[in-house]
């Protein structure tokens, strides 16, 4: 076990195995058993998600297997090799995936929203990896931030009330999504992963800090500046759906 394994856990942290651990319970994310494959980025939430993971195994009385798979996106300065020698610290076997999901996104043959394109390839990539390894599970590091901008994303732009799921079963069961980092927002995560000092490699993508995640991201975090009960009253509310107070629910009766 690596040293970043063997570390005392800040006081902050408590909070952090909490929300994570609440997740699990809540949605069902892990069970005995499980061959999960960790999609690691190698930003501030793939790789707290892996140390979390990872640490979570010497305090719990089920047993499950990790695996780790990056995929380069093909711009060549991902600057990855700090975390691949970690993770091979931490004795979780490990694959980088080379790609030209990057360039090909943002080439002028791509008619869509280049995240949109690169996202899907990434997953398609992620699949096959996950079938390889024989994982029944892959872990992404998406937060409560993420399901909260991509729910009012898809309200503004996609006109439909969805988002992220905690838990998403693909191809029949046979792979299942789970995001265990659900409860737990941007901020918290981001001290947290500095308190422990783990590596991190930076995001070469041109369109990271542009598009309508972006957009949306600068809206809601004026209103959390305002009011701090806003996150939470979101989460609260995306589980408890009003649907007699509907339109469309209300349609349906009619009918």
């Known amino acids: 076990m690596s040293n970043h394994s063997r570390a005392k856990i800040p006081f902050a942290g408590k909070k952090v195995r909490r929300l994570l651990g609440r997740a699990v319970q809540r949605y069902g994310l892990i069970d005995g058993d499980d061959r999960i494959l960790v999609a690691l980025s190698g930003g501030v939430d793939s790789t707290l998600l892996l140390w979390l993971l990872h640490n979570r195994l010497s305090r719990i009385p089920i047993a499950y297997k990790l695996f780790a798979a990056h995929v380069d996106l093909g711009f060549g300065d991902d600057e990855y090799s ?3 020698e970690w993770v091979e610290s931490l004795t979780v076997p490990h694959r980088t995936i080379d790609s030209d999901f990057g360039p090909r996104a943002h080439s002028a043959e791509n ?5 949109f394109l690169c996202s899907r ?4 990539a992620l699949f096959r990896e996950a079938r390889r390894r024989n994982c029944n599970k892959i872990a992404f590091g998406h937060n409560l931030d993420d399901l909260i901008e991509t729910f009012f994303i898809n309200i503004f ?7 992220m799921l905690p838990r998403q079963p693909f191809f029949g069961g046979d792979i299942t999504v ?3 980092l659900s409860l737990l927002d941007s901020a918290t995560i981001r001290r947290f992963h500095q308190s422990l000092g783990l590596p991190l490699s930076v995001n070469p993508c041109p369109s990271k800090n542009t598009g309508k995640r972006q957009e949306i991201r600068d809206i809601l975090q004026g209103l959390y500046r305002k009011n701090r009960k806003i996150r939470g009253n979101i989460l609260s509310a995306m589980h408890n759906v009003n649907l007699e107070y509907l339109p469309s629910y209300q349609n349906n009766l009619k009918k």
């Open 82 to 84: 700090s975390v691949q």
């Open 111 to 115: 008619r869509e929203n280049p995240c």
């Open 121 to 124: 390839l990434r997953r398609t």
């Open 157 to 163: 732009y996609g006109s439909q009330l969805s988002t």
């Open 178 to 180: 789970i995001r265990p």
